[in-house]
């Protein structure tokens, strides 16, 4: 990879300081460059926190980065202070969590995140799982749509394991191995779509279909009290 994710970060921590000075609290990358499983195709997703933010914060924050190289490989989240600390809480565990800190620190998240939470945040992703992949199965009948639906399904192994155990895990393949039978498939599924494009295609029905039941017993497991 020709690219190199620190020499950009350095860039683009030195034009943010010089954007946003002192208002500037957090910044800090997740998705695959957080995790250290990027590769030539994937985004730089960063996370910007202020003291406080306006539509003219943001209106300068995409100036910014359009003077920077690899403008088209930015995503991410902006966010003042004040909404974070009052985001959903089953939202901000995953994110806390999957944010690897580059300046600051959102440390003062945490006290704010409770088991309920955790729980509540499986519960969430596995609806969503369910919805999605029911309507797929049934309309779109659309591979690169499970192939999203088991990238996601990656989030809600790592709720269920922090639930088990209070230990998040980043990386996919040092958590297969401590996953009960059932969650190492689907993650494993996940990783071998990266390896196997057209595995969603050739193997619709029986994939969509484990992961089907998989998030129908999630959310049985994981009903509202």
């Not at 980043?170 to 191995?177: D, G, H, R, S, V």
């Amino acid at each position: 990879m020709d690219f190199d994710i620190n020499t950009w970060i350095n860039g683009y921590l030195e034009e943010l300081k010089s954007l946003f000075g002192a208002h500037l609290l957090f910044v800090g990358l997740q998705g695959s460059y957080g995790r250290g499983e990027a590769t030539d195709s994937s985004d730089i997703d960063v996370v910007v926190i202020l003291n406080h933010m306006t539509p003219l914060d943001l209106k300068a924050y995409s100036t910014m980065l359009d003077t920077l190289p690899n403008r088209e490989k930015v995503c991410g989240f902006i966010s003042g202070r004040q909404e974070l600390i009052n985001w959903e809480r089953s939202d901000l565990f995953q994110f806390y969590h999957d944010t690897t800190p580059i300046f600051g620190s959102i440390d003062f998240l945490l006290p704010l995140i409770g088991k309920e939470d955790i729980q509540r945040a499986v519960r969430i992703g596995a609806c969503n799982i369910y919805h999605m992949c029911g309507h797929n199965m049934v309309h779109e009948k659309d591979a690169e749509i499970l192939k999203a639906l088991y990238k996601s399904a990656a989030f809600t192994v790592q709720a269920i394991y922090y639930d088990q155990t209070e230990t998040y895990i980043k990386q996919k393949a040092e958590l297969i191995p401590a996953l009960q039978p059932q969650e190492q498939e689907i993650l494993q599924t996940g990783i071998t779509f990266m390896q196997q494009p057209n595995m969603a295609q050739t193997e619709f029905e029986r994939l969509s279909e484990l992961l089907f039941i998989w998030a129908a017993g999630l959310i049985i497991k994981y009903k509202a009290e």
